[in-house]
């Protein structure tokens, strides 16, 4: 990873969960780090995730959308790990045009900034499970249909082409992660806008039983957020990686109602109940889902290594820790 050492380095959604964490480990590795985010308060953004590293990054609040800002910022940089991303299935079916804005048209003119300004960056984007739909077979590979199922799994399938395109036609290295469902400290917690486990956690610090919705037998797998990060690191790093498309995954597939009982076994209390589908997230549910990530592994070397259990205590031990940093206020 002495890839990064003396290099300058964007990230768009740097306040956010996966992009702070991030930011700690390119400092670490002696990168000038510069953090893009709105802050906008239904998105991911909190201050707090950047606790310890503060003076040692550049912020700046600015939207993606804004493309004469973004254009300014990339100017000079080495690598853009693009995170930015309105993460909402159900918010995207509420208000298609925002995600479309922000997970497809703002990724435009990134890339079109890119390419008139800074040609010469390589930029790791994220990108997500949710645009393979219903699995036809598991594990999904890389190679699986891809048929979204809401309109953010739409626009952000968008948002990676447009990367992998820029990559081919105009030679900006570019590369895409498929990520699955990441957890971890920094997440959001305050409601499931980001992730489901988000408000399990909160709903178990604060005594409330967890709502697992349906039979609870769906199957998922599950990253805890240093092991993303890993990924993101060794994309940048490879030329290998450019035009191509990665998913990330675990060996661990688990049950949301088994995944409730662990939660609970890891000695905070709390219950869970089952619970009916809304009938907004049934429309769009998927079933089960786990992937195969072997081509990350073979090309890459990349694999997860923190256990779901361990990492579930991390994050328990966390938010039990600093919770007043992200809900309390709100109470």
């Not at 990873?1 to 992009?19: A, S």
């Not at 393979?132 to 799994?153: A, F, M, Q, S």
């Not at 952000?156 to 699955?180: D, F």
């Not at 092991?227 to 790093?237: F, N, P, R, T």
Request: proline share 4%; charged share 20%; glycine share 10%.
């Amino acid at each position: 990873m002495k890839t990064y050492r003396n290099t300058k380095v964007l990230i768009t959604g740097g306040l956010g969960f996966i992009g702070s964490r991030l930011a700690h480990a390119l400092v670490k590795q002696g990168a000038e780090v510069t953090l893009v985010d709105s802050l906008i308060p239904q998105y991911g953004g909190n201050p707090f995730n950047i606790e310890g590293i503060r003076d040692k990054v550049t912020v700046n609040v600015c939207d993606v959308r804004d493309p004469f800002a973004m254009a300014y910022l990339l100017m000079d940089k080495d690598f853009l790990f693009n995170l930015a991303g309105q993460t909402s299935h159900i918010d995207s079916m509420a208000n298609p045009q925002t995600d479309l804005d922000i997970n497809a048209a703002a990724q435009l003119s990134i890339l079109e900034a890119c390419r008139k300004a800074n040609s010469g960056i390589k930029i790791v984007f994220a990108s997500t499970r949710q645009l393979y739909g219903k699995p036809e077979y598991l594990p999904v590979d890389e190679k699986h249909p891809i048929r979204p199922v809401d309109v953010n799994g739409i626009n952000k399938l968008a948002g990676e082409w447009y990367h992998l395109l820029y990559n081919k036609v105009y030679g900006i290295r570019a590369c895409a992660l498929r990520l699955t469902n990441t957890y971890g400290p920094g997440m959001r917690v305050k409601d499931a806008r980001q992730t489901f486990l988000g408000i399990w956690v909160r709903l178990l610090l604060e005594g409330k039983p967890i709502k697992v919705f349906g039979d609870g037998l769906q199957l998922r797998d599950f990253n805890y957020v240093d092991d993303c990060v890993d990924a993101l690191l060794l994309a940048g790093a490879s030329d290998a990686a450019n035009g191509k498309v990665y998913n990330l995954g675990s060996t661990e597939v688990v049950g949301l109602k088994k995944l409730a009982e662990v939660m609970i076994e890891l000695g905070y209390g709390g219950t869970f109940e089952l619970v009916p589908f809304p009938p907004e997230r049934k429309a769009i549910d998927i079933g089960d889902y786990y992937s195969d990530f072997s081509l990350i592994t073979q090309e890459l070397g990349w694999q997860p290594k923190v256990g779901l259990r361990e990492g579930l205590q991390k994050t328990m031990v966390y938010y039990h820790a600093h919770r007043h940093h992200y809900w309390d206020e709100e109470a």
